[in-house]
């Protein structure tokens, strides 16, 4: 199993970046699927951007792409989440997880972090 902790959070003004990660413990990160999710107040968890268990395969979520970029390092069992041109409606909690394979359902993922507030200031 793995135990994920995500870091980076903060505030940031409109137009700015943020790069957001998630730290692995666990000794089988590797072989893991990892996605990002956030959720907003009064709104429902939403997908974000996933990549595979080898990095070679990405999903972003249609008003992420050009704007967020997933990677990961898996010698430092970290997934990151570079975010630019960041807009007021990115505030939300941002959330790691780990599944077995990637995908835009939350269901997929058995592992979560804590989570990240990111803010968007106008």
Same mark, same amino acid.
Not at 18 to 29: D, E, I, K
Not at 42 to 62: M, N, Q
């Given at each position: =199993?793995?135990?994920?902790? &995500?870091?980076?959070?903060?505030?940031? =003004?409109?137009?700015?970046?943020?790069?957001? *990660?998630? /730290?692995?413990?666990?000794?089988?990160?590797?072989? +893991?699927?990892?996605?990002?999710?956030? =959720? %907003? #107040?009064?709104?429902?968890? &939403?997908?974000?951007?996933? !990549? *595979?268990?080898?990095?070679? *395969?990405? !999903? +972003? %979520?249609? $008003? @992420?792409?050009?704007?967020?970029? !997933?990677?990961?390092?898996? #010698?430092?069992?970290?997934?990151?989440?570079?975010?630019?041109?960041?807009?007021? &409606?990115?505030? /939300?909690?941002? +959330?790691? /997880? %780990?599944?077995?394979? *990637?995908? @835009?359902?939350?269901?997929?993922?058995? +592992?979560?972090?804590?989570?990240? =507030?990111?803010?968007? $200031?106008?």
């Amino acid at each position: =199993q793995v135990q994920l902790v &995500e870091s980076g959070g903060g505030l940031v =003004q409109a137009g700015g970046s943020l790069r957001l *990660s998630c /730290a692995a413990s666990g000794r089988t990160f590797s072989r +893991y699927a990892m996605a990002w999710f956030r =959720q %907003a #107040p009064g709104k429902e968890r &939403e997908f974000v951007a996933a !990549i *595979s268990w080898g990095g070679a *395969s990405t !999903i +972003y %979520a249609d $008003s @992420m792409k050009g704007r967020f970029t !997933i990677s990961r390092d898996n #010698p430092k069992n970290t997934v990151y989440l570079q975010m630019n041109s960041l807009k007021p &409606e990115d505030t /939300a909690v941002y +959330y790691c /997880a %780990a599944g077995h394979s *990637s995908s @835009m359902n939350e269901r997929s993922y058995n +592992y979560w972090g804590q989570g990240t =507030q990111v803010t968007v $200031s106008s």
